[in-house]
């Protein structure tokens, strides 16, 4: 019999369900949602009372030792910084920005925002030190009209000359910017609070704005997302519910998911403040050059619960195949493993599954499940050990209800619950638009049943209905399935891929390649640029395989790709292609080379660049 740690991760969600005459569908959890706070910082008062030394947070420092702030230290530094942002009039009118990765002074300034009832806007990194026009970084400041700019060095200074006005108080963690007037973030720190953020913070209720966050805008621009002090508690308390080893130790996290997302900055962050427990701030990223770092975190630091994206765990289950160091860290004792963002390859999971039971003689319960952004984040948990596979995404969280739709040969999932975002700020009418007649959030996601006889075997994502379109045959094409197999057949080398075929008579794909994965699988340096590593023998042979596999197991005009061009050229952010969680956005890259469709259309055996299939 297989054994699984962790017996109190959530075996007890279930669901009542309902059909309507119209064919609509609901869910809603047998679980009532037990009280919550009416402020995410209650939470940071109470343990800075209860446990004061213990640390919130830890960040490596230049030398490599971890530089740490506990509870109390933590509420002194966020009524500072809160008295501070008070003194200067700040508001919902004119929040603060951050431009900054996750960082201990993102994090105290964060905090003081919200102990003062000043909502502040996380923004993408990779807006300011990617982008080379920063269209979106100009797109997200013009929407919130900042009256404080916070950057944590000199690395933003391309970024804030090209799209910060001068006149707005621009706050450094480090460093200086030549030509610009700066306020060091000590001088936040060193402001001495009195009765002002007193005041201020007596007037922050459960409808107070914490923060705007920015969608990540893989189907539209990014639009703000109001989030308030009610829809991060609720959605705590619902995690506290589902995972309730949260109630047994103070959790250990050691994340990098960024902050400027709900995953890392309302989720993962959220869970170590709300359960008085410990967060340590990960340099590391889920890539070849960048789990390095991750790696050495974990082995220094076991973690009580662990979140990461698919292309993380991949790389880390191929870090500890080697690595017993690594293992016997990482499974020390950890409840539950988690991912999001998209769909863990059944391999990777096998393997996973396998180095826990050599390492601690059981395996470790995958959780995975339905958030976003609008809901801050989580709407529905699979928990149940040894039946959740890639792709569920189980049922509703306590006080969520979910309400099935109809459209177009597909079903929209939809949420209502304490979670919901009010709108999107200052956008009427895309915010009217987001909400049915009943006040359901329109996710825009399809979902389908695992079993339709038993609704208590939850649901499983079945992609986003506005990717989705018909070949000229008048067949429905599922993008977001397709997209999935194609990228678990091409693992570890293929990015993504773009649908194409609109109109036509069968299904084409634009595939985005790692570069990095294929240079190592054909033995290629850095200096062999992209061209070159596509045209490699080793490579064109993965991909031409690749084609011919997409074609041989695909079941009709829907699921059988009969064209595919691998792209040297990658997506880019400052045309929309890419969004800053790395995602691609469909409709962007079809949009920007529609004359590499029409060629793709146009391709025979004699054309190299287009693969076609190898019929047998």
Known sequence: MTRYRGARVGAC???VYRRDADGVERLRSTEALLPYPERLTDRLEQWA?????????????????????????????ARAVGQALV???????????????????HLTLALGAMWAGIPYAPISPAYSLISQDFGKLRHILGSVTPGLVFAS????????????????????????????????????????????????HAHVGPNTIAKFLFTSG??????????????????????????AFL?????????????????????????????????????????AQGIGETLRNLREISPTVYFNVPKGFEEIAAAMRADEVLRRSLFARVQALMFAGAGLSQPVWDELDRLAEETVGERIPMITGLGMTE??????????????????????????????????????????????????WRLPEASAHAFDEEGFYRTGDAAKWIDPQDPQKGLMFDGRIAEDFKLSTGTFV??????????????PCVQDAVITGIDRDDLGMLVFPRLDECRRLAGLGEEVGAAGVLRHPTVRVLFQALVDRMWRDGTGSASRIARAHVMAEPPSIDRDELTDKGSINQAAVLRNRTALVEKLYRGSPADDEVLLPRVE
């Open 13 to 15: 969600l279930s669901a």
């Open 153 to 200: 060095g000199p690395q933003y200074a391309k970024a804030i000359h090209a799209a910060v006005d001068p006149d707005i108080e621009l706050v450094l963690a480090e460093g200086r910017i030549q030509g610009r007037k700066l306020t060091p973030f000590d001088a936040l720190l060193a402001t001495a609070p009195g009765t002002g953020v007193g005041a201020a």
């Open 247 to 287: 109630a047994d130790e103070p959790p250990v996290l050691v994340d990098w998911l960024p902050w400027n997302h709900t995953f890392g900055g309302n989720h993962n962050t959220g869970i170590a403040i709300y359960n008085g427990g410990t967060l340590y701030i990960d340099d590391g990223k889920p890539t």
């Open 375 to 424: 809901t801050a984040p989580s709407c529905t948990f699979a928990l149940r050990a040894g039946d959740v596979r890639s792709g569920h995404i189980g049922l509703p969280c306590p006080d969520v209800e979910v309400k099935l739709v109809p459209i177009d040969g597909k079903t929209e999932i939809r949420f209502r619950g304490p979670n919901v975002m009010p709108g999107y």
């Open 87 to 105: 003194d200067r009039g700040l508001s919902a009118e004119r929040p603060v920005a951050i431009l900054s990765c996750n960082d201990l002074e």
């Open 49 to 77: 009372r209860e446990a004061p030394a213990r640390t919130l947070a830890a960040r490596r420092d230049r030398g490599g030792d971890w530089r740490r702030i506990g509870y109390a230290e933590m509420l002194e530094r």
């Open 218 to 243: 893989s189907t539209r621009v990014p639009k703000g997302v109001v989030n308030t002090h009610r829809m991060l508690c609720a959605n705590q308390q619902m995690l506290c519910q589902a995972m």
């Open 478 to 491: 599922s993008v977001g399935p397709l997209r999935a197999r194609i990228i678990a057949a091409g693992a």
